[in-house]
């Protein structure tokens, strides 16, 4: 019998219309029509993916000092005209902080739309090394973007910061999987590097030797997706 996240992948979605509520969580509300772009791969559930492993991974260590921001930040900043003091209410941090996971967007289908964008990547700036990492499953081509984003972050924290494209960061074989890659990048660089290591030892943040299987991770993104659901319904379809 084939498993109910294997029917999502495959369009088997039930009655649920487009923009039919799928999951709130716990902070993010997720549509049928966001479920499904994770099949197409432009992906909008960045966001409940960083959401699921800041509320159920991250907070498992209490003194890690890391933020996992949502897509739309990085989209705003990229985005703004309002000066400095307007963007640090939008990008707050709190004291202490070591570690920031920023999804990238190029901003390029929709400029009005924050989280807009036909490509993905993922910066993660180490505050205590002053570096900001920047990993792209289609070489360069969110860097623009993504130093973008760096320089006005540098502002808003009042900290000088090295930009560094890696240069060993699996490729992507098409043109979908870009959202799913961020994902299995934050998940990795997050539980295999950062929480393993301790939240001030210096780790290496390089993806060399490392495979990334985005057909296994969305798969594995619409069984957690659907797990939820069943519990926000109570063990019911």
């Given at each position: 019998m084939?498993?109910?996240a294997s029917?999502l992948l495959?369009?088997r979605r039930?009655s649920?219309?487009?923009?039919?509520?799928?999951l709130?969580?716990p902070?993010?509300t997720?549509?049928?029509?966001?479920?499904?772009?994770?099949k197409?791969?432009?992906?909008?559930?960045?966001?409940f993916?960083?959401s699921?492993?800041t509320?159920?991974?991250l907070?498992?260590?209490?003194?890690?000092k890391?933020e996992?921001k949502?897509?739309?930040?990085s989209g705003y900043?990229?985005?703004?005209?309002?000066?400095?003091?307007?963007?640090?209410?939008?990008?707050?941090?709190p004291?202490?902080?070591?570690?920031i996971?920023?999804?990238?967007?190029?901003g390029?289908?929709?400029?009005?739309?924050?989280d807009?964008?036909?490509h993905?990547?993922?910066?993660?700036?180490?505050l205590?090394?002053?570096?900001a990492?920047h990993?792209?499953?289609m070489s360069?081509s969110n860097e623009?973007?993504?130093?973008?984003?760096?320089r006005?972050?540098?502002?808003?924290?009042?900290?000088?910061l090295?930009f560094?494209?890696?240069?060993?960061v699996p490729?992507q074989?098409?043109?979908?999987?870009c959202?799913v890659i961020?994902?299995l990048?934050?998940?990795?660089?997050?539980?295999?590097?950062?929480?393993?290591?301790?939240?001030?030892e210096k780790?290496?943040m390089?993806m060399a030797?490392?495979?990334l299987?985005?057909t296994?991770?969305?798969?594995?993104?619409l069984?957690?997706?659907n797990?939820k659901?069943?519990?926000?319904l109570?063990?019911?379809?």
């Open positions: 084939k498993d109910q029917d495959h369009g039930g649920l219309k487009p923009g039919d509520k799928y709130e969580y902070d993010v997720l549509r049928q029509e966001d479920v499904d772009s994770i197409q791969g432009c992906i909008k559930a960045i966001a993916w960083a699921y492993l509320q159920e991974k907070s498992r260590y209490p003194e890690a890391i996992l949502a897509p739309s930040i900043i990229l985005m703004s005209k309002e000066p400095v003091e307007e963007l640090k209410k939008e990008f707050a941090i004291e202490g902080t070591t570690h996971f920023l999804p990238i967007t190029d390029a289908s929709n400029p009005a739309i924050a807009g964008g036909c993905w990547t993922l910066l993660l700036i180490s205590i090394d002053g570096v990492f990993y792209d499953s360069h623009e973007p993504a130093r973008v984003v760096t006005k972050v540098e502002q808003i924290l009042g900290k000088e090295k560094c494209e890696m240069q060993d490729q074989m098409n043109g979908e999987d959202g961020v994902c990048l934050m998940q990795h660089l997050l539980l295999k590097r950062l929480l393993q290591a301790g939240n001030r780790v290496t390089s030797g490392r495979e299987d985005a296994k991770g969305r798969k594995e993104m069984r957690l997706l797990e659901r069943q519990q926000q109570g063990g019911g379809s």
